[in-house]
C-alpha cells in the first residue's frame, strides 16, 4: 500500500466519464488516492506549472486541444511525469503512437474497470520511476565514462610532457657529451701541437744559437785583427740569424695563439690593391734577384675591411713559400681580383710542387712535404695562413704538379667592400 496519497490528474471534458473515473479510482482502497479533475488543456497545463502530480490521466479529445501533441506538451511542462492516455477510440495505431511520444500506458474508456484503472496508474508510476532510474543510472555511466576519459586524456598528457622533458634531457645530455668530446680533442690537439713546439724549438734553434755564438767568439777575439769588411759580414750574421729566430718565435706565438682562438681579428678599412703591392715589393726584396715577382690587378684600388695583420700573413707567407720552393728561380705572380663580392687572391709559382697525396695534410701544422729536400722550415707558415683565411670566413685551395708549379687561391668574401675603382694594375722586378 502506498502511504504517500498518489496524486493524479485527470484532463477530461467529458463529465460523466470523469465522475466514473474518479469511482473507479476511489473503491480502489488498498492505495492512498488524491485526485484533480480538469476539462481543458490549458488548464492542465497551468496546474502542472504550479503542482506536483504523480501521473497525468489525459483524454485525446479536449474542447481547446486534441491529438498526441499533447503527450508532448506535459512532458515540455513537466518532463519524466507519467502519462496514461484515455480514449474513447479503440484505436491501436494512436495508441502505440503515444506510446512511441512517452506516454506509459493507454486504456481505452469503455474498456475501462474498477481493476484495470488503478493497476495500469500504479504500473504508469513505477515505469516511469524505473525509467527515470534507469536513466540517471546511464547519465551516471555516462559521467564516469566521461571521467575516465578525461583522466586518461590527462594521463597520456602528462606521459607526453614527461617524455618530451626526457627527450630534451637526452638531446642536452648528448650536447654536453658533444662538447666534452670536442673540448677532448681541442685539447689533445693543443698538447700536441706544445710537444711539436717543444720538439721544434729544441731541433731549429740550435743551429742558429750556435752561428750566433760563433760569430761572436770569433768577433770577441779576432775583430781587432780583422778588416771592417769580415766584420760586417759576421755581425749581417748575426742579426739575419737573430731576426729567423724572431720570425720562428712569433710563428710559434701566433698558432698557440690561433688554435686556442685567442687570436684577435680587427678589421679595418684598407685598399688591397695598394697593400698587395706593397706586400709584393717585400717579397722581391727577400727574394733579390733569382725570381721575378709580378704584381697584377683587375682593378686600380679596391677598399674594403679586413685584417691587416692577419691579410699580411696570408700573402705574405704564400709569396715566401713560393720563392722558397722555387730553388731554380722563375716567376712567380700575385694576383687580385674581385668577383661577386668576392676578393680572390692567387699565388703561383713555377717550383717544385707538392705530391698530390700529400695535399690533404698541406694546413697541418709541422706538416712538410716529402720532397723538401734541404729547403728549410717548419711547416707552421700554412697552418697560419689557414687560420687567418678561417677568420675572414674565406677559403683556400691548391693546385700543384711536381716539378711544374703551385697555385694557392684564397677567396675572402668582401661583406664590407667600401669602393672599388675600375681599371687595371699590374707592375714586376724585371
Ligand atoms: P715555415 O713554417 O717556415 O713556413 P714551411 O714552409 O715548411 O715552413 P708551410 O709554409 O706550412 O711550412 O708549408 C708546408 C709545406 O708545404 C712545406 O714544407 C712544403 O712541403 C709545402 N709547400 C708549401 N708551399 C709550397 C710551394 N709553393 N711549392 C711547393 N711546396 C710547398
Ligand atoms: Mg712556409
Redesign the pocket.
Known amino acids: 500500500m502506498y502511504s504517500v496519497p498518489i496524486k493524479i490528474l485527470l484532463v477530461e471534458d467529458n463529465q460523466a466519464d470523469a465522475d466514473f473515473f474518479g469511482e473507479l479510482i476511489s473503491e480502489a482502497r488498498e492505495t492512498n488516492w488524491s485526485l484533480v479533475h480538469v476539462e481543458f488543456f490549458k488548464q492542465a497545463l497551468s496546474f502542472l506549472s504550479k503542482n506536483s502530480v504523480d501521473v497525468v490521466l489525459l483524454d485525446l479529445s479536449l474542447p481547446d486541444k486534441q491529438g498526441l501533441s499533447m503527450v508532448d506538451q506535459i512532458h515540455q511542462a513537466a518532463p519524466n511525469l507519467p502519462i496514461v492516455v484515455l480514449t474513447g477510440l479503440n484505436d491501436q495505431v494512436i495508441a502505440l503512437e503515444a506510446l512511441r511520444r512517452g506516454a506509459q500506458d493507454y486504456l481505452v474508456k469503455d474498456k475501462i474497470d474498477c481493476n484495470l484503472l488503478p493497476r495500469a496508474i500504479r504500473h504508469a508510476i513505477e515505469r516511469a520511476q524505473t525509467r527515470k532510474k534507469l536513466r540517471q543510472s546511464e547519465e551516471q555511466l555516462q559521467r564516469l565514462n566521461e571521467e575516465l576519459e578525461h583522466r586518461v586524456a590527462e594521463q597520456t598528457d602528462e606521459l607526453r610532457q614527461k617524455n618530451q622533458s626526457l627527450r630534451r634531457e637526452i638531446q642536452e645530455r648528448q650536447r654536453l657529451e658533444e662538447e666534452l668530446r670536442k673540448t677532448l680533442f681541442k685539447e689533445q690537439e693543443l698538447s700536441q701541437l706544445k710537444s711539436n713546439i717543444i720538439a721544434m724549438i729544441s731541433h731549429e734553434y740550435r743551429t742558429p744559437l750556435t752561428t750566433i755564438l760563433s760569430s761572436t767568439e770569433l768577433l770577441e777575439n779576432y775583430s781587432h785583427q780583422w778588416p771592417e769588411e769580415k766584420k760586417q759580414r759576421h755581425f749581417q750574421r748575426i742579426y739575419s740569424t737573430v731576426a729567423h729566430l724572431t720570425g720562428l718565435v712569433n710563428?710559434v706565438l701566433l698558432i698557440n695563439k690561433a688554435e686556442a682562438e685567442k687570436l684577435e681579428f680587427s678589421p679595418a678599412p684598407l685598399d688591397l690593391v695598394a697593400f698587395c703591392r706593397e706586400i709584393a715589393e717585400e717579397s722581391r726584396l727577400t727574394a733579390k734577384t733569382h725570381h721575378q715577382i709580378s704584381f697584377e690587378s683587375k682593378c686600380l684600388s679596391l677598399k674594403a675591411c679586413m685584417d691587416e695583420k692577419l691579410l699580411r700573413q696570408i700573402l705574405s707567407?704564400l709569396l715566401?713559400?713560393?720563392i722558397?720552393?722555387s730553388p731554380k728561380g722563375g716567376n712567380i705572380e700575385l694576383q687580385v681580383a674581385c668577383e661577386d663580392n668576392t676578393v680572390i687572391f692567387c699565388v703561383r709559382?713555377q717550383?717544385?710542387?707538392?705530391p698530390l697525396p700529400e695535399q690533404a695534410q698541406?694546413f697541418t701544422a709541422f706538416?712538410?712535404?716529402s720532397?723538401?729536400g734541404t729547403i728549410s722550415?717548419?711547416?707552421?707558415?700554412?697552418?697560419i695562413v689557414k687560420k687567418c683565411v678561417g677568420f675572414h670566413n674565406g677559403t683556400i685551395a691548391v693546385e700543384?704538379a711536381m716539378g711544374v708549379g703551385?697555385t694557392f687561391t684564397v677567396k675572402l668574401p668582401l661583406n664590407s667592400l667600401i669602393s672599388q675603382t675600375a681599371g687595371a694594375y699590374s707592375n714586376s722586378n724585371q
Open positions: 710563428d707567407n715566401s713559400n713560393a722558397k720552393y709559382d717550383g717544385i710542387g707538392i698541406l706538416h712538410r712535404s720532397n723538401v722550415g717548419t711547416g707552421l707558415g700554412l697552418a700543384s703551385t
